[in-house]
């Protein structure tokens, strides 16, 4: 094999891989409202399926650990559990006001005030 075949073929093999940056996971990141949001909205309505706020956490947040779960498994991502954290955050605010607001016979905060 010449040099130049030898350095062909590495240039191809090489151009196939990819480098992967910095790993950057900040707590005020940008996808980091998204995970709140989608977890807040998933949480109200867990909360009209189950009145036991547990099992309406945590099906609100299985979303979210699949997810995390998916991230880990591909190529230049990881398992974040500041992301995890926002799910759950958003998981338990959308789990309390469902409850708060909502009932099976209609808005349920009238009856609070």
Known sequence: MTLRTASLLFALLSSTAHACGPYEDDWAGRDK??????SA??????????SDPWTAFALALA?????EV??????CNRFSWKD???DAAGALVGVKTGHWL??????AYRRSF
């Open 63 to 67: 979303p979210g650990v699949a997810k």
């Open 84 to 86: 995890l954290s926002w």
């Open 33 to 38: 409202a998204a995970h709140f949001g989608v």
């Open 102 to 107: 909502l009932s099976p016979g209609g808005v």
């Open 41 to 50: 909205a998933l949480g109200v309505a867990t909360s009209q399926i189950s």
């Open 70 to 75: 998916y991230d880990s498994q591909r190529a």
